[in-house]
Every structure is written in C-alpha cells, then in structure tokens.
C-alpha cells in the first residue's frame, strides 16, 4: 500500500451543513490547527428552505450559495469525493486517487437518496405530475405542479427508512392544501397522504394537534403504507401494505414523493459502518466505538435521533469539544442527547415547532406552549433561520 500523499490533523469528509459547522468551531477553538474538509460540491445547499421552494413561497436559488463562501479560509479544502476509508492506517482514498492521512477523522457525508429503490420512479421526478422537494433538480417540479392541478388527487409518500427531516412529508401536504384552498379548487381535488408511519408524528405531544390539522383540513390519511412502484404512464401509485394486507393502486394527478434513504454506499461498505450501514458512533460521545481517532455526525450517523440540521446544530460542539479532549489525551466528556427540531409548517403563515430529545421528550426552546400553530415560528423558519444559519451556525458562532 502506497503512503498518504498528503496529512493534516483534522480531516473531515463532507462539506454539507455539519462538515462547514465543525471546521468552524475546530478553527475556532485550536487556531493554527491543520484541518482539510473533503467535498466535490461548488454549491452549498440550505436544504430546510425546500420546504417552501415547493409550497412557491421562495425560488429555490435561495437555497444555494458558493462552498467557497463558507468554507473557512484557514482550512485546506479538497475538492474530491471521497471512496474509501482505511481506519488502520489513518488515511482516506479520494476519486482523483489521493491518499489523505489524518490524526482525527470527521465523517459527515449525509444521507443517499434511493430513487431507485422504488420500481419505476427512476429519472420521472420532475415529469408527469411526480415531483420531490427533497433535490435542488426537482424541488421547482412541486409548485410548478401543484400550482397546475385543477381536479383529481394530490398524493404525498413517506418512504419505510430513516430520512432527512421527517416531518417534511407532511409540510408539503399541509402547503398543497392550504394552496388548493386559496385558489378555489380543494373541493375538486382530494388530498392524500400515503405513509410508512403508524401515525403522523412520533412525539404524543405534537401528534396530538397534528391529527386536528389533518381533521380540520380533511386529509385522507393512509399509514404503515410503503410506496413500492409507479406507473408513469397511467398515473398510479403502488403502495404495500407494511402489515401484510392488500396493495394500494392509487390514481394520481400530482405524486409528491420523498425517496428511500439510506447510508451512502461508500460508507456501509467500509470498516467504519453499523450493520445498518451508518458511521458506528457512540450515541452521546460521537465517538466511533471501534476506532477511537473517528467521530462523525449528522445525516451519515449511527445517532438514533431525528435527522435534521437542528440536531447537527446540538451534535457539532459535542464533536469538537470530545475531538480535542481526544486529541488532548483526554476522555471525552461532553454528551449529546439527541436533541432535534421539526418546525412543522402546517399552511401559509403557520408553524409548530416541535424540539424534542432521544426519549422523544419534549425540550422546547421558548415560553409558550409549541404544539399550537402560530406565524411567530413561521416568521422563524422562513426569515430568521436562514439568517441564522448563513451567519451564525456555519461560522461555528451559534
Ligand atoms: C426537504 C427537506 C427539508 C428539510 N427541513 C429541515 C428543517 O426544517 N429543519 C432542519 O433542521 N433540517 C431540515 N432538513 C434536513 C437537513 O438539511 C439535513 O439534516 C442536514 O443538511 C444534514 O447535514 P449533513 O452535513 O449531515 O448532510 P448534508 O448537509 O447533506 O451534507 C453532506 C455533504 O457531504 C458531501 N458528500 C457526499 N458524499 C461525499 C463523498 N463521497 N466525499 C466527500 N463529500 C461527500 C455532499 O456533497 C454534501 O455537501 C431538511 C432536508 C430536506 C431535504
């Protein structure tokens, strides 16, 4: 095996919301440190704005602005991909053919969309009344579809695997309802919602006022529904049913689908994967529980908490505070709890905010009850968050 072509102290794979937070606060902490961030991507995505990309509040160019922008000058980035990881002799293999050493690795390369896990879909979101917000190449498709539909039914899916977000099935529908109103047509097109869970949150709390949403909107709900194929050309949906009972063909006039996920290929095929195929960390260390020298967070993680970047937000200090007692010769002592948020857009002008740890207990962050919908947390999410995010989280300031 040849020598790493090149070494630094910190490398992190992954440029995305968690890679550009840690490098941040790393060169923060420990000035002068040598830290290289491993990302092929020129473009730097605010993934939550989606959201409303596709509910036609904000074009989706709001959601993108220059890696270079927000890539901290004092680290090294290299722009490759990442192939492969030898854990034993501390380096990683990039697609140009590099060999990087490390003393700490950070892995936080999020989480692979499947398209093609669903028989049929592959290439047709975008077309034909299929769209997702969960891409920058199809997150347009949605408004310019639901913006069109005058009569027939709207389908919305949830797929059976972890994803990003897992309240993002659900804001899209409520979008799509609210909009249907405004525009005079809900009572010419049925609105359904097709989803893998055994209710429409997890949390008792929110799931509460979450299923007076669904009342009062009169969306039909059909759960423990696994969405297994798509005919294109006739417009039907084909959903298993998750408990053994009968297939659903269901006809559509707009399908809104959220692909299977799962862990990046090259990450479940390597030393470092869970048997789920996701970074092994321990849950409150972001440790690797095999090889010390490893953290990783977000997307890409064996942390069992909800996958957003609200959790990254809590998980980063966590990260670096237990990189640099490692590095330090130190035990790590700094612990994560599995904090995560969901700001649940329930229509135009209209939010809960639901922030809630591993135990599924609520730990809500202001001083009123958050389980009622109000325009304060849709004002949050959709003008300070991303303010917030730009200038404070990726600059390792909050
Ligand atoms: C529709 C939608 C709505 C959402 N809504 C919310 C919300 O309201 N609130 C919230 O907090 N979160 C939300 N999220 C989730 C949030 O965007 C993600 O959880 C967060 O971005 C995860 O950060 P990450 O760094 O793990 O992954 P990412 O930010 O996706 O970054 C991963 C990076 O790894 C890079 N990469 C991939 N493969 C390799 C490789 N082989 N080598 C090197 N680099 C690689 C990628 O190019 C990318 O830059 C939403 C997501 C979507 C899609």
């Not at 440790?287 to 993680?301: A, N, W």
């Amino acid at each position: 095996m040849s020598a790493a072509t090149q070494h630094h102290d910190v490398v992190i794979v992954g440029g995305g919301t968690a890679g550009l937070t840690v490098a941040a606060r790393l060169l923060a902490a420990q000035p002068g440190l040598d830290v290289a961030v491993i990302e092929p991507s020129e473009t730097h995505y605010y993934q939550p704005i989606w959201t409303l990309v596709g509910g036609g509040v904000f074009d989706r160019e709001i959601s993108a602005r220059p890696e270079a922008d927000y890539m901290p000058a004092e680290a090294s980035w290299i722009r490759e991909r990442v192939l492969d990881f030898d854990p034993e002799a501390r380096v990683v293999t990039t697609d140009a053919g590099a060999r990087v050493g490390y003393q700490q690795l950070v892995v936080c390369a999020g989480i692979q969309l499947n398209w093609s896990a669903v028989d049929g879909l592959e290439g047709q979101a975008g077309q034909g009344g299929i769209c997702s917000n969960y891409a920058y190449e199809t997150v347009s498709s949605t408004w310019k579809f639901l913006r069109g539909i005058e009569q027939g039914r709207a389908v919305f899916t949830f797929p059976p695997t972890p994803i990003k977000c897992g309240g993002a099935p659900q804001k899209i529908t409520y979008l799509a309802d609210d909009h249907l109103r405004r525009r005079g047509v809900r009572d010419r097109v049925e609105v359904v919602y097709c989803a893998s869970t055994a209710s429409i949150f997890g949390v008792d709390k929110y799931r509460r006022s979450l299923e007076k949403v669904v009342g009062r909107k009169q969306i039909e709900t059909h759960f423990r529904r696994n969405l297994i194929a798509v005919r294109p050309s006739s417009r039907e949906a084909i959903f298993e049913d998750l408990d053994g009972g009968q297939e659903l063909v269901v006809k559509y006039d707009l399908l809104h689908v959220v692909p299977p996920q799962g862990a990046p290929d090259f990450i479940a095929r390597s030393a470092l994967a869970s048997d789920a195929g996701w970074v092994e960390v321990d849950k409150h260390t972001l440790q690797h529980t095999r090889y010390p020298d490893v953290f990783s967070l977000g997307d890409c993680s064996s942390l069992p908490c909800a996958k957003t970047g609200a959790a990254v937000r809590k998980q980063a200090p966590v990260l670096v505070d237990n990189l640099l007692a490692h590095r330090a010769g130190e035990a790590p002592s700094a612990r994560y709890h599995g904090y995560s948020s969901c700001p649940l857009v329930t229509g135009y002008g209209k939010l809960i905010l639901a922030e809630f740890d591993y135990d599924g207990v609520p730990t809500e962050s202001f001083p009123f009850d958050q389980s009622q919908e109000r325009y304060s947390m849709y004002a949050l999410k959709a003008y300070a968050l991303p303010e917030l995010y730009w200038n404070g989280m990726l600059r390792g300031r909050m």
